[in-house]
């Protein structure tokens, strides 16, 4: 391929876990994959407990807003190759017909954005949010793409969250 692997990671609230999870990939894969996130029905913003997270991977806050999944399904948009849902509701919601008929994954990770308690707290469980992408991500950057027929690559995608669950943290 003569452009990177594009990668939308989908939730409703486009906030915490597809931010997260579109920083990781751009870091992770970067060369390789390009990431994008959007939800279903986005909050407008991103979550502050996921902004320190961005940060760390050397990103700056305003490169990431949360937007909903119906820019990607317009011409012009960009061409995608993986469409990844990482959140339960976004996962049983009917979404757009994506051009170019994606490879597509469920891998739900519980919301940190739901955490309780106090700032400590919230911030374990964005630093869980965070780990578990990674493990996934670090899987799906790792694939030989362009040596996989396109139903052993569906395959392999959508296993990537049982096998990253089971890898030690």
Known sequence: MDRPFNVLFLCTGNSARSILAEALTNKLGEGRFQAF???SMPKGE???HALPLVRALGFRDEAFRSKPWDEFAVAGAPALDFVITVCDNAAGEVCPVWPGQPITAHWGIPDPAA???TEAAIAVAFRDAARQLRNRIELLVALPVAKLDRLSLQD???KIASAADNQPA
């Open 156 to 158: 392999q995608v959508r």
């Open 37 to 39: 996130s959007a939800g």
């Open 115 to 117: 955490a309780t308690g």
């Open 46 to 48: 991103v979550n502050p």
